[in-house]
T-cell receptor, first 114, second 116 residues
């Protein structure tokens, strides 16, 4: 079973709709992240959380909100989706210390806003 | 200023040959890590290799090696004996442990095409 899962894997929605993307992890990591990737570009950080009570904005948080329901769950919401939020969204986790500073990525969610 | 720069939008290599993908970075943090990820057309992010700023030796993982030149702030990925399955997009990323709360910054990627 995958360590980091995302649901849904694909979603098509309309402008103005509220959308929630969910992320779950079984790695026991405290840190979780949401990124978006636009075609031909790298990943940009939307929000990150270092523990259940710690939520921080990334570089492109406008139009998004998050909820850290438990250590293992981190959800991303688009309150009122717009077409330029069409992108590939990744959830990631990480822990502290040495080589474990690697981030583990979920499979991604392809979101299309019409 | 761009923290991670990948100057090669696209690269071609002949099967079985070696290829180097460039990455330069910018940080004032003394403690940081450099990562390379592979993203095939299916979209998932696959971790390839890691280099810590205090690591004295260049990292190697199978056919992947990282040519780390700290003074030049470069962390190039070398893929030896390229295979057709290596065709993908490759991202260089950096985590700054002191100054940026450990968040990752990604470059815009290099698309590698391996020719048969």
């Amino acid at each position: 079973d995958a360590d980091v899962t995302q649901t849904p894997r694909n979603r098509i929605t309309k402008t103005g709709k509220r959308i929630m993307l969910e992320c779950s992890q079984t790695k026991g990591h405290d840190r979780m992240y949401w990124y978006r990737q636009d075609p031909g570009l790298g990943l940009r950080l939307i929000y990150y959380s270092f523990d259940v009570k710690d939520i921080n904005k990334g570089e492109i948080s406008d139009g998004y909100s998050v909820s850290r329901q438990a250590q293992a769950k981190f959800s991303l919401s688009l309150e009122s989706a717009i077409p330029n939020q069409t992108a590939l969204y990744f959830c990631a986790t990480s822990d502290l210390g040495g080589r474990d500073n690697e981030q583990f990525f979920g499979p991604g969610t392809r979101l299309t806003v019409l | 200023a761009q923290k991670i720069t990948q100057t090669q939008p696209g690269m071609f290599v002949q099967e079985k040959e070696a290829v180097t993908l460039d990455c330069t970075y910018d940080t004032s943090d003394q403690s940081y890590g450099l990562f390379w990820y592979k993203q095939p057309s299916s979209g998932e992010m696959i971790f390839l290799i890691y280099q810590g700023s205090y690591d004295e030796q260049n990292a190697t993982e199978g056919r992947y090696s990282l040519n780390f030149q700290k003074a030049r702030k470069s962390a190039n990925l070398v893929i030896s004996a390229s295979q057709l399955g290596d065709s993908a997009m490759y991202f260089c990323a950096m985590r700054e442990f002191n100054t940026n709360a450990g968040k990752s910054t990604f470059g815009d990627g290099t698309t590698l095409t391996v020719k048969p």
